[in-house]
């Protein structure tokens, strides 16, 4: 089954405390990119990726890093997370950035205390 | 610069009536505009897209959509609403570059 899968889904953690949230597709897209969701908001990017080993700041990027060493791999890193990165999270690909839709993934709702 | 407005952020409809959910865009160009889906605890899905060539435009579900460049609306709408349309439902604009542009959201409840 095509497919964008997100882990872990649920994490609540602490100030400070470096976390990961891994993205996996398995469509052989090139494209791929992070999106955080809060409440009023819509969507905003944080990264994306047009193909392995490249990358580019969204909307929103200060306090996250990414990195793409595999074509099917987009792991979001947040170094130091704070408070005001708790938020719903979501990886998204497509074949390119110029393909009109993106593949959701389910989501990783992100608690930092 | 582009920028998305969901009208309403949540409406409440009852099941076999008409749903419509407005939108409207601001773009300096010619945009492609598109309708995403999320339902509950899921991610989102692609409704319909409009790509500057037929204005109405049809979509999964029995949704469809309207561009009206005079007016910059691409408006949502459905004949009869049914229990599994509650969602969060957003508007979109991709800019030249492709760069996505996404409304606040209208949160869609369906009463039997």
Known sequence: EAQVTQNPRYLITVTGKKLTVTCSQNMNHEYMSWYRQDPGLGLRQIYYSMNVEVTDKGDVPEGYKVSRKEKRNFPLILESPSPNQTSLYFCASSFSQANYEQYFGPGTRLTVT | AQSV?????????????????????????????????????????LLLKYTSAATLVKGINGFEAEFKKSETSFHLTKPSAHMSDAAEYFCVVRSNDYKLSFGAGTTVTVRA
């Open chain 2, 5 to 45: 407005t969901q009208l309403d952020s949540h409406v409440s409809v009852s099941e076999g009536t008409p749903v419509l959910l407005r939108c409207n865009y601001s773009s300096s160009y010619s945009p492609s505009l598109f309708w995403y889906v999320q339902h509950p605890n899921k991610g989102l899905q």
